[in-house]
């Protein structure tokens, strides 16, 4: 009879991940859960090499916290059966500070792979260009993060992103913090120019009003438990 019961379950199992197959647009959510996993994996990688670069402790504390990102979309994308964008070789996968750094890095996602060799040329030029690099980063997440939560019905994947975006505000919040004590000047003004000249050179609107709003409300709460360790 237990045999029975487990047969049933498991084909119940089956059942159901056969209709979330099915479901219109079902292969959007999951191009972006690939997708999404290979953001988390730049973050981290950015980060990585700009510690390296510059020794600020707000990229090594970030790129941990990106790592256990990578985790949560890696575990997600096992959950449903979806093949992994991630391909690292040469180091210690799945583990920061043994990833990799600069050329080491790869992505499958060319937009991403093109967005890495800009963002490793921006933040080489100086450590506050380094920090400038890191609020655009999150800046970029956060919004790639809530289309992708507006994507999708499925409660297990948006609360998935629902923390990843929990935990993209703290890290705004920790760069915003150190840009403002190495300029002076308030977040949104000492990043303004670099945030203009990367929307023009990646073709993609990140700053509007409703956006600029978001990130001074964001900027003025503390930080929070994301769930997941302190992401």
Not at 120 to 138: K, T
């Amino acid at each position: 009879m237990l045999t029975l019961m487990r047969l049933a379950r498991a084909a119940a199992g089956i059942v159901a991940m056969n209709l979330i197959l099915a479901t219109p647009g079902w292969c959007e959510v999951t191009d972006t859960m690939r997708f999404m996993r290979e953001e988390e994996k730049l973050a981290r990688d950015v980060y990585a090499t700009l510690y390296a670069a510059w020794g600020s402790q707000v990229f090594d504390h970030i790129a941990y916290s990106e790592q256990r990102h990578m985790n949560a979309m890696g575990r997600l994308l096992a959950t449903y059966a979806i093949p992994d964008p991630v391909e690292e070789t040469g180091v210690d996968p799945g583990v920061y500070p043994d990833s990799c750094t600069a050329d080491e890095c790869v992505f499958l996602d060319e937009k991403l792979a093109g967005l890495y060799v800009m963002l490793m040329a921006d933040g080489a030029q100086s450590q506050f260009a380094g920090l400038l690099v890191g609020g655009l980063i999150e800046e970029k997440d956060m919004i790639d993060i809530q289309a992708a939560i507006e994507e999708t019905d499925d409660e297990h994947i948006r609360s998935v992103y629902g923390r990843l975006l929990c935990g993209s505000t703290n890290h705004l919040r920790a760069f915003a913090r150190n840009i403002e004590q190495v300029s002076g000047t308030a977040y949104l003004d000492a990043s303004k120019d670099y945030i203009r000249a990367a929307e023009e050179a990646l073709q993609v609107e990140l700053r509007t009003d409703a956006s600029e709003d978001a990130i001074t409300e964001i900027l003025a709460s503390p930080m929070r438990k994301c769930g997941m360790g302190n992401l």
